[in-house]
């Protein structure tokens, strides 16, 4: 009975204590994507106390494995470990001591989750069927450090058959946990847009192109994919976010560069995007005798969870806190998120954690310096990081 659901549970509150000292130490001592050393040391330190083998992974990245006492299939548990540009201003006697630097996303609440995981699950390894790898995933927030660590074959050796993981959320109360099937978060495209007018003085614009006034017409052309071009039902967003030409009231610009993102969901709406987006300025810049020069960079992938694992991760929700803990969403989030690295033909699952209190105190959203948690939630995390494992690994326990 020592992998029963209400058992994990125990043992996760039972190091609640732990997991909050932890948690703090990381949130004051926070590392900006490709930079956690310090983080990465200090998990590292900790798996191998725990007798789980690390390997590095990436510069700071952390790949542990923990050998079950049976044969059987291996499951990935993933926690991103790293801040944000940020100066914190929440007064917390824990807040970040590195100036404008500040977990304000959650990461180290996930970090602590996933090391508490680990502790549980490596005080059961000879009732096991199976193994569990443990990504400490850098670079979440700038570069994709998913896809870095994919690439150094976290995912081989032992093959990886599952992956889980989740983001805090303080919008629902700790205790609580969010999911989602199917399509979750959106892909993201980074674009560059140049127009290539021709500059000449701003008394004769007949004498050049005004790339100024074709790049407004590029983007509200741009606006209108989502708005005529698609169906209400299907989802995307172009956003032109960065417009910059010209150098002088009485000079026509000659160029005029913008920068944006396409996001969508799924791989169909991911390629017709990209090539509407690329079509419309390129054709709307012909037709005013200017060009556009297209460049779209491949960038997230979007995360869309697979149905069977899960069902199995609601089964293990509901094993921790019953049905009524399990808030079941039915609208993607158009945010994006890296883990979808790690689903490269593996199915997956990203859920969300509550973190939340119900009240006030932790009404200040991510991304911002006075972002605050409930850390009642870290025990919750950690227990489900665990039972979901378990239940992959050991079926019917
Ligand atoms: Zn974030
Ligand atoms: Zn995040």
Known sequence: MALDPKTLLCEAKALQEELVTLRRDLHAHPELGSCEVRTTSLIKKYLEEL????????????????????????????????????????????????????????????????????????????????????????????????????????????????VFGGHSSTGRIAGHYGLKYGKTYAASNPFTILIRGQGCHGAYPGSGIDSIAVACQVVTALQTLVSRRIFATDSAVVTVGSFHAGTAGNIIAGEAELKGIIRTLGPEMREKMCRMVKETAEGVAAAMGASAEVQIRTSYPGVVNEDGFTALVQQAMAELVGKEG????????????????????????????????????????????????????????????????????NGGR
């Open 326 to 393: 399990i808030e079941l969403e039915t609208v993607p989030n158009m945010g994006t998120e890296d883990f979808g690295y790690f689903m490269d033909g593996i199915p997956g699952c990203y859920c969300s954690f509550g973190f939340g209190d119900g009240r006030n105190e932790c009404r200040f959203p991510a991304h911002g310096p006075y972002f605050r948690a409930n850390e009642a939630g870290l025990a919750y995390a950690a227990a489900l990081h665990a039972n979901v494992a378990v239940r992959y690994l």
């Open 51 to 162: 007798g789980i083998e690390v390997r590095p992974c990436t510069e700071t990245g952390v790949l542990g494995i923990l050998y079950g006492g049976k044969p059987g299939k291996t499951i990935g548990l993933r926690a991103d470990i790293d801040a944000l540009p940020i100066q914190e201003e929440t007064g917390l006697p824990f807040a970040s001591k590195n100036a404008g630097v500040m977990h304000a996303c959650g990461h180290d609440l996930h970090t602590a989750s996933l090391m508490g995981a680990a502790k549980i699950l490596s005080a059961h390894r000879d009732a096991l069927c199976g193994n569990v790898k443990f990504f400490f995933q850098p670079d979440e927030e700038g570069n994709g450090g998913a896809e870095r660590m994919v690439r150094a074959g976290c995912l081989q050796d032992p093959d990886v058959d599952a």
